[in-house]
């Protein structure tokens, strides 16, 4: 049992070692905030904290790599509902003269719920499970793109300063 803790603990240091050069470091902490943002089931956190062991002096540049990739990938979902929008518009169009209904009832109120509240409705598109969706309904109901990117940042900045200063003083202090 002790060496299976001695080699994971080895493992450890690698990673930690890897993430800290700098060919490495930062755009991994981009790329997996980036992702993190997409529909894919990834986490940036584990990337960014363990970033922030090897490096911790990289603290403000790390939250900011993180928040920018993670922003993006707001975007790139904001895009994705304004591409659906043009897509698929005309067929929901369609379908209400037609009379058939094209959306359900919960779809109906959230899509109201998002366009009255505009665009600071994105300060909770860090939010697990319905961040990602809140970034895509904003596109899909064409919100002001620099609104939307500006309530996106803010809100997504904000999530990682907590993380990353939770860990830095509660978790591991130095």
């Given at each position: 049992m002790l060496s299976l803790e001695l080699a994971l603990e080895a493992l450890t240091q690698e990673i930690l070692a890897w993430l800290a050069s700098p060919g490495v470091g930062l755009p991994a902490v981009f790329?997996?905030?980036?992702?993190?943002?997409?529909?894919?089931?990834?986490?940036?956190?584990?990337?960014?904290?363990?970033y922030?062991?090897?490096?911790?002096?990289?603290?403000?540049v790390a939250i900011w790599v993180a928040s920018a990739g993670n922003t993006l990938g707001g975007l790139l979902s904001y895009g994705m509902g304004a591409g659906a929008h043009g897509l698929f518009g005309r067929w929901r169009r369609?379908?209400?003269?037609?009379?058939?209904?094209?959306?359900?009832?919960?779809?109906?109120?959230?899509?109201?719920w998002v366009h009255r509240l505009g665009a600071?409705?994105?300060?909770?598109?860090?939010?697990?499970?319905?961040?990602?969706?809140?970034?895509?309904?904003?596109?899909?109901?064409?919100?002001?793109?620099?609104?939307?990117?500006?309530?996106?940042?803010?809100?997504?900045?904000?999530?990682?300063?907590?993380?990353?200063?939770?860990?830095?003083?509660?978790?591991a202090p130095t």
């Open positions: 790329t997996m905030s980036l992702l993190a943002a997409t529909i894919l089931p990834v986490g940036s956190e584990p990337v960014l904290l363990a922030l062991s090897a490096v911790p002096e990289m603290f403000w369609r379908q209400q003269v037609s009379g058939l209904k094209a959306l359900t009832p919960a779809r109906v109120r959230a899509e109201r600071p409705v994105l300060l909770l598109a860090w939010l697990p499970v319905i961040g990602d969706p809140l970034c895509a309904v904003a596109g899909w109901l064409r919100l002001s793109f620099w609104q939307c990117a500006m309530y996106m940042a803010i809100g997504k900045f904000g999530r990682y300063l907590v993380i990353a200063w939770t860990f830095k003083w509660a978790i």
